[in-house]
């Protein structure tokens, strides 16, 4: 019988989570809003200090050392800070030359997602890619548009971009008073309350003070002055009639994006859209399970089943002090607890048991160990053996009863190339290496269609990946390797039969590690010639 006391705790602390990324094409201001969010969970008492005085982003190891000069739970790949009595679990997704398959799978670990937009550029091309997987997972995104202090369009030309690129309902929660440098503050379309701001110290290195009037107050009238306040009313009639009208439910089912305008270096609207994300972010909700006995679905309630989690991310340590590998876990279900006895599942079986003694919730110099994590939290387990997608059950669920998270999706590889080994009397370790590391998810493997015996494809969504893989080889295989880069560009999970598909001039044909046919292609143009010719094929960009 489980301890109800111990039932309402992990109901209570599920609710108060809220685990998100940010979504953003580089520069857009991701890390500057993710400071203010620390900012304004008065973890800094300055903003300011992610970056250097050249202007370039701290190091990790920077990070770490301000994790331990202020005692924040910061890694490279979750942190967490209490909001008005929510935690919050803010993921990284890198970006820039980090973008990888990890920065895709990280999104799988989201409840949410905050797409951060430059309101002068607004939706870019990583922004794109980024949303796509938001799409495919079902993850309600809220919409930042930031760098409203600066130039930027028009408020409303922006949300047309986001419902027409990215095929989602925008419906704007503020609107901005002002442009530029006169961008003053916004207008609250449910409450009607004008929020101004005013800089407390320059470079919003402060929260901003910020006033709340009753829009039809003479109190507002006086502080927009005539012009911005016939501005303001015909840019909120017009919203009214024409705008999407936002719901709770269409949010959650991923069909409209809420959206805040503000400016993450002023400060100026983060307190309205932070107040705002905590209310309207989902706690962590069932996720979708297989039964093992049977293959029956399941959907996984975080607090009515027992612990379970899964792996979204390994981290192979660059740190010759730490030379092991980091296995990042989501938690899905249930309490976790040092020491905790899971059962290991690989592709529908399980492996092993074994104690989890060791869980560290960051990649810090000084590994802080902890000791209890409730759904939503992410845990770092190291050297454990674990591969991406593997799942981990309570060893006090039965046989009977256990199951398995679904699978990650395989993402689309935008980098090709031909992997060797550069001394031939080491074949039998890259083999070996390769088939760990393939089954790790550090990247994809294809083989030739019609020469299975010749050096594989190596593919990968960035480069970084191609550099890990060769890192670990050497260190931990001891094969030193050589990299051929290859011209292809995008491909395609083949959907038809392999046999009558005609590949363009320039295509490859190859099967990936679970023996589905993908197609390799130069560009995505010739993609798209090459299946006009193949009118009885098409394909899958995710598989
Ligand atoms: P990223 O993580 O998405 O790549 O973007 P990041 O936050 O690093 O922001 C990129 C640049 O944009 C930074 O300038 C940052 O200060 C600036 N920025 C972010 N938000 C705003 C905003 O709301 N308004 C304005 N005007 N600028 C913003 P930088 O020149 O690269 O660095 P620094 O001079 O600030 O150190």
């Known amino acids: 019988m489980t301890d109800p006391a111990v039932q309402a705790e992990l109901a209570r602390e599920t609710s108060r989570r809220r ?8 520069d857009a201001g991701k890390t500057t809003l993710t400071e203010k969010l620390l900012l304004y969970s008065g973890l800094l008492r300055t903003a300011g200090m992610v970056k250097n005085r050249k202007g370039g982003k701290m190091a990790t190891s ?5 994790e331990q000069e202020r005692g924040i739970s910061i890694t490279s790949s979750a942190m967490q800070f209490e909001y008005k009595g929510c935690t919050i679990n803010v993921l990284d997704t890198p970006g820039h030359q980090d973008f990888s398959e990890d920065t895709y799978r990280t999104l799988t670990a989201a409840d949410c997602a905050i797409m951060v937009l430059d309101a002068a550029k607004g939706v870019e091309t990583q922004t794109r890619k980024l949303f796509a997987v938001c799409k ?19 408020p409303l030309e922006l949300m047309t971009e986001v419902e027409e690129v990215l095929g989602i309902h925008a419906s704007a929660m503020n609107w901005p008073v002002g442009s530029g440098k006169d961008f003053v503050g916004v207008v609250e379309r449910a409450s009607r309350e004008l929020v101004l701001f005013t800089s407390a110290a320059s470079g919003g290195s402060q929260r901003a003070e910020q006033r709340r009037l009753p829009l039809a107050s003479p109190e507002a009238a006086a502080a927009l002055g005539d012009q911005l306040a016939a501005r303001l009313r015909e840019d909120l009639e017009m919203l009214e009639v024409a705008g999407n009208p936002f719901s709770a439910e269409a949010f959650a089912a991923g069909q409209v994006t809420p959206v805040f305008f503000g400016s993450a270096r002023t400060n100026f609207g983060i307190e309205p859209f932070y107040d705002t994300f905590v209310h309207l972010a989902p706690p962590p909700g069932a996720r979708p399970a297989k039964r093992l006995s049977d293959g029956g679905d399941l959907h996984v309630d975080p607090v009515e089943r027992p612990f379970s989690a899964y792996v979204f991310k390994i981290q192979a340590n660059m740190d010759p002090r730490h030379r092991d590998a980091l296995a990042f876990v ?5 309490r976790f607890e040092r ?9 529908g079986a399980v492996v092993r048991e074994l104690r989890l003694s060791r869980p560290h919730t960051l990649v810090a110099r000084d590994r802080t160990t902890l000791d209890v994590a409730w759904p939503g939290d992410v845990v770092g387990l190291i050297n454990a053996g674990f591969a991406i997608g593997d799942t981990l059950v309570s060893s006090a669920v039965s046989q009977q009863d256990c199951f398995e998270h679904a699978a990650l999706p395989a993402f689309p590889p935008e980098v090709f190339a031909r992997i060797a080994p550069a001394d031939l009397t080491k074949r039998k370790p890259f083999d070996k290496g390769m088939l760990q590391l393939a089954s790790e998810g ?6 030739k269609y019609d020469d299975r015996t010749a050096d594989p494809f190596i593919a990968a969504v960035g480069r970084l990946q191609f550099e890990v893989l060769q890192y670990r080889l050497r260190d931990e295989y001891g094969v030193e390797t050589q990299l051929s880069p290859l011209p292809f560009q ?3 999970w083949l959907v038809g039969d392999p046999a009558t598909f005609k590949p363009t001039p320039g295509a490859a044909v190859a099967e990936d590690a679970r023996g589905r046919p993908v197609v390799l292609f130069t560009t995505t143009w010739d993609r798209q010639y090459c299946f006009k010719n193949n009118p009885e094929h098409s394909y899958v960009e995710y598989a």
């Open 136 to 154: 495919l997972r079902g993850i309600p995104v809220l919409t930042f548009v930031n760098k409203c202090d600066l130039p930027g369009r028009e």
């Open 19 to 26: 685990t998100f990324a940010i979504i953003a094409h580089p």
């Open 62 to 66: 920077d990070w770490m050392q301000m």
């Open 442 to 447: 550090a990247v994809q493997v294809l083989r």
């Open 490 to 492: 995008c491909s395609g």
């Open 339 to 347: 020491d905790l006895v899971v059962k290991h599942l690989h592709r």
């Open 330 to 334: 989501r938690i899905c279900s249930g």
